[in-house]
T-cell receptor, first 113, second 111 residues
Framework: DTAVSQTPKYLVTQMGNDKSIKCEQN?????MYWYKQDSKKFLKIMFS???????INETVPNRFSPKSPDKAHLNLHINSLELGDSAVYFC????????????FGSGTRLTVV | GQQVMQIPQYQHVQEGEDFTTYCNSS?????IQWYKQRPGGHPVFLIQ?????EVKKQKRLTFQFGEAKKNSSLHITATQTTDVGTYFC???????????FGKGTKLTVNP
């Protein structure tokens, strides 16, 4: 029944490792997003895909690579993890119809040690 | 680029007191949205405002969109402990679905 689901919920890893976070939505939305929430709770957009096409690519290190195999899935792969990557990563989806608020996943808390 | 400022950053109230958070954008917005994030949770969509001067109510919550479509406010009447959390405003421009979030106002309520 979960509308936007992310896995894993927690991820603890060492510096230099490569990791992936997966996101799936069953709302039939066309647009999906990755947001990063830092320790001060600031939500910053990273990427957005519309129907598998990248439409927003903010200033994010190229160690971060999104992949959207279909419009219901948006994954995030991170290479060579750094301490500063520690944060909560939220996946979200939306559809341009009134109202079109985002539906967020429950988040992935990434801790790099 | 588009910036959305939100004040105050923190607000601590006694249960039963009112609470207001304010949001200002550096650019004219096509719509503004409000979200609530409970401690340890994820942001949850509350409401969307699109019209200049629009006012919407949800029980004890009142949302306003400024005449110039550059500012907004959320007012909670007679706060309850269930209102605890961080309230975010977020705005978008034109026909874009890209939302720029304010930094949020963290509300704590003393019972």
């Amino acid at each position: 029944d979960t509308a936007v689901s992310q896995t894993p919920k927690y991820l603890v890893t060492q510096m230099g490792n490569d990791k992936s976070i997966k996101c799936e939505q069953n709302l039939g939305h066309d647009t999906m997003y990755w947001y990063k929430q830092d320790s001060k709770k600031f939500l910053k957009i990273m990427f957005s895909y519309n129907n598998k096409e990248l439409i927003i690519n903010e200033t994010v290190p190229n160690r971060f690579s999104p992949k959207s195999p279909d419009k219901a899935h948006l994954n995030l792969h991170i290479n060579s993890l750094e301490l500063g990557d520690s944060a909560v990563y939220f996946c979200a989806s939306s559809q341009l119809r009134d109202p079109w608020g985002y539906t967020f996943g429950s988040g992935t808390r990434l801790t790099v040690v | 680029g588009q910036q959305v400022m939100q004040i105050p950053q923190y607000q601590h109230v006694q249960e039963g007191e009112d609470f207001t958070t304010y949001c200002n954008s550096s650019t004219t917005l096509s719509n503004i949205q409000w979200y609530k994030q409970r401690p340890g949770g994820h942001p949850v969509f509350l409401i969307q405002l699109v019209k200049s001067g629009e006012v919407k109510k949800q029980k004890r919550l009142t949302f306003q969109f400024g005449e110039a479509k550059k500012n907004s406010s959320l007012h909670i009447t007679a706060t309850q402990t269930t209102d605890v959390g961080t309230y975010f405003c977020a705005g978008s421009q034109g026909g874009s679905e890209k939302l720029v979030f304010g930094k949020g106002t963290k509300l704590t309520v003393n019972p």
